[in-house]
Each structure stands twice: as C-alpha cells, then as structure tokens.
C-alpha cells in the first residue's frame, strides 16, 4: 500500500494491518506528521500538534507490538492514529477552546472521551482546530488560521468540529473525536465527505466536567465509514460516576450492528426541509430525494413526512447562547460574535422557562417517531459558505444566517435522539453535501445499520480531495 491509500485507509484497517506487523504505529504516526507538516497550512486543521508525544507514545507501541506473544491481545485501535477537538481537555496540553487567550492554557486532566480513546490504543497526534466555545458551525475563530475544506480550498469544513472533519478528509488522521451542540459533528462530517455520529442524549460521557446546557451537546465520532464511526462509539460509549444523564449497554455492539445489517424493514420518513425554516436548496434537495429513492430500493418502506419543529428556535437559542456564559470567559476576551452573544445574556428564570419549552417542543417531536423508524433529512439547507463570508455581516444578521443554514440539525439537539450524517452528493463546485438519518432515542443501531447498508452501494470513502504537490 503506497503512504497515500495508507493514509486514507479506514482507521480499522490500519489497525488490522498494525496487529498484522504490515505497518507499525511507528511508520503511521510518522506518516501523518510528515503530511500535516507538509500540507497542513494549507487548510488550519490542528491548532496542536504534539510531535513528540506522538512519537514517543508510537515508539512504545511499536516495541510492545514486537515483542508481544503471538496469541497476545491488543485494543482495537492500538497504534492508530488520531486527534482530539481542542474543546476537551488533553492532560498536559493546551486547550484554547478557539480563543487565542487560551492558547498557552494547560489542561490538568483528560476528559473521559480521550481516556476511553487512550486505553482503546489510539496514539494522539494533537488537537484539532474548533469555533470559540463551540458557538459557530465555521471554524474561524479570531487571532487563529481559518480552517479550510480540502474538497475546495475557497470553502469552510463547517464546524464547530471543522478542524477534525479537515483533518480526516485531507489524510491527517483517519478517524477523531468530535462534539455536536446544534450540528457541528453533522454539519462538518457533510461538509466533508464524512461520517458523523451525534449521539443519543446520555450515550457518551462529559466526565469529569458537567453539562451546563441542558443536555444539548454530545461527543461523538467522525470517520470515513460507517463501521469505524461505530468502532469509536463503542470506545468512548459508557457512564462515568456521577453523569446527569446515562443510557443502558447496549445488548450488542455498533460495529456489529454496522455488519449484521437489520432484522426487518424499516419505515422511513423523509423531508427535504425542516419546518418552519423551509426547503434546503436545490443540490440538498437532489441529495435526500435520492437517498431516500435508495432506501426503498433496499426494500423499505418509505413516505414523505417530517415533524412540526415550530416555536424551537427562541427556547433553543436561550439554551444554546447559555454555552459562551458558561465557558467564564470575560467578555473582552471573546470575538466578536460571541461577545455579542454574551451581550444579551439571558437571566436565570429565562434560561428556565427556555428549557421547559423546549422540552415540551421535543416531547412533540419526539411523538412523530411513534409512527416511523427513522427520518431522512438534509443536514444544513444549502451547502458549505465561503471562507469570511459572513463576515461584514453584523452579529445579529449572522445569527439568522446560521439559523437558516443549520435548521434541520439542532431539533435533535433538543430532543437527545440519535442523528449520522452520511455522504449523498457534490455540488458543481466539488463541495460535498450531505443527508442525515435520525433515529428514535437510543436507537443508533438502527440508524447505523440503514447507514451501512446506504454506503454498501455508494462506497462514497473511495473519493477523496487532491492536495498532493
């Protein structure tokens, strides 16, 4: 396999070929800080890369693998490769939180999601580029790079998750961790030819810290495949002493529910928009009509359909906007946009009342999936904005903007469901666009097992950007 197909070979593969002694964690860690020094200022998708550790961390591993016992067993991604999105805490590492103020801060602890990556094997190459506290689905945060899309260079990744959907799209590392509060794992993963799970409410832990949104914002994982995203929600899966939310193990794991497939036909609800926003443009469009034309030819049952979202967006966005209050930062340390954002910071009974509407909203929603398995919709209303394009815009119109842009992912949010974005198309300009398949709560197998079944006929991994010299 020459370095390139090595590099965009599917996490689990490289670590089939590592347990084989085709490659060593060595040679694969090398490999992507050699592209990520060579390729990577041209797209901004580490903040940090911490070479040394790699290297170290590799060397090890590399030794272990040699001189283990044949019959020995490994984790299952041990020596793979991989990063961490610079909202969660790598002991001894900086952690910005997209804020140049931070950018010299020094994590004291791992959060529970890169422990679980750890004792899973992975080697971390760095901490990949995020929006200021998450707060923006682009990831151009002030005092840093803009993070690009590999398809198209002119192009955001999306974000709040930009800098990990950039870096596996351009062959930096080939699976990694991200978070999703309003579509920022979704959102970059169709950005970018990806695959991107968000989680159902309670399924991944915030260990050690809290959650200071009402349970909107998950950790999750982006692949290339369906099987690997699976893989790394079993690693980071699991309740940690104390969370405010937990789900049971389930019965069997995702990678197996990736490639058993489904017991039975699904009943399939689609919808190429979301009310009360609207239709996603054309392109978005095209791409849930034929994925859901695909379902059915898969022997599903399919009709068009989608749930009332109406009266979401204020309580959301109360709930939503709580998040830059949260991170402590003072206001004249924020961008601008979120120093807007805190500027109409709202009170703790309006913080309140938000949550109970959008609870009693997300009941209705959730009602919807009492009469279909699964909903198929697009994951932003039109494909990925250009590089500063919102940026002459004032705070208050780039809020609409985003609103418009993202509506079909953040009522997810609300209700804790199960949501993987998928490939489906491009646009004339080489952009990927996207669907999402929503589930009923804790129900990923279900979503997973569609997902796979999806990709064993559009093998959309195959492709991937030119950004060789």
């Not at 929006?131 to 955001?156: A, H, I, K, M, Q």
């Not at 006929?457 to 010299?469: C, G, H, I």
Request: aromatic content about 8%; glycine content about 8%; proline content about 9%.
């Amino acid at each position: 396999m020459n370095p390139v197909d090595l590099a965009f070979a599917p996490a689990l593969e490289q670590a089939r070929l590592i347990r084989k002694k085709e490659v060593s964690p060595l040679e694969l860690v090398q490999l992507y800080l050699e592209r990520i020094e060579r390729l990577d200022s041209r797209i901004g998708s580490y903040f940090t890369v911490i070479a040394d550790l790699a290297l170290e961390d590799a060397k090890a591993k590399t030794k272990a693998l040699a001189e283990a016992d044949p019959e020995e067993k490994f984790p299952p991604f041990f020596g793979v490769p991989t990063a961490i999105k610079d909202l969660n805490a790598l002991a001894g590492v900086p952690c910005s939180y997209g804020n140049p103020m931070l950018k010299d801060q020094i994590a004291t602890h791992d959060a529970a999601v890169v422990s679980r990556m750890k004792q899973a094997g992975f080697i971390i190459l760095g901490k990949t580029a995020a929006s200021e506290v998450g707060s923006l689905p682009y990831t151009e945060p002030e005092g840093f790079p803009p993070t690009r899309n590999p398809w198209n260079l002119d192009y955001t990744p999306g974000g709040s998750s930009g800098g990990a959907a950039a870096a596996i799209a351009s062959g930096f590392c080939s699976i990694a961790q991200g978070s999703d509060g309003g579509g920022s794992i979704r959102g970059p993963a169709s950005c970018c030819n990806l695959v991107g799970i968000k989680p159902s409410r309670g399924r991944v832990s915030y260990a050690p810290v809290g959650d200071c949104q009402s349970g909107i914002a998950t950790n999750g994982p982006l692949a290339r495949t369906v099987t690997d995203a699976a893989a790394l929600l079993d690693v980071i899966a699991g309740y940690e002493t104390g969370d405010p939310y937990w789900l049971p193990t389930p019965s069997s794991l995702f990678i197996e529910t990736s490639q058993q497939g489904l017991a039975q036909p699904l009943k399939v609800a689609f919808s190429t928009g979301i009310h009360p926003i609207g239709e996603a443009d054309p392109v978005g469009q095209q791409a849930v009509l034929e994925t859901a034309t695909l379902i059915q030819e898969l022997g599903h049952t399919v009709e068009q359909a989608c749930p009332d979202c109406s009266d979401l967006i204020e309580p959301f966005s109360v709930v939503w906007r709580a998040g830059v209050a949260a991170s402590g930062i003072p206001a004249e340390a924020l961008g601008s946009f979120n120093r807007w954002l805190l500027s109409h910071n709202d009170s703790s009974g309006d913080y309140l009342r938000a949550v109970w509407a959008m609870q009693t909203i997300a009941r209705r929603i959730v009602a919807f999936f009492e009469n279909y398995d699964v909903l198929v919709l697009p994951v932003y209303l039109h494909p990925p904005i250009r590089i500063g394009e919102f940026a002459s815009l004032t705070p208050e119109e780039t809020l609409q903007r985003i609103i418009h842009w993202i509506a079909p992912c953040p009522p997810f949010n609300a209700t804790g469901q199960p949501a993987i974005a998928i490939p489906a198309t491009f646009t004339p300009e080489g952009l990927p666009v996207g669907v999402q398949i929503v589930g009923r709560p804790a129900a990923e197998a279900t979503i997973i097992a569609l997902a796979a079944q999806i990709e064993s006929v559009n093998q959309w991994s195959e492709k991937r950007p030119v950004l060789e010299d």
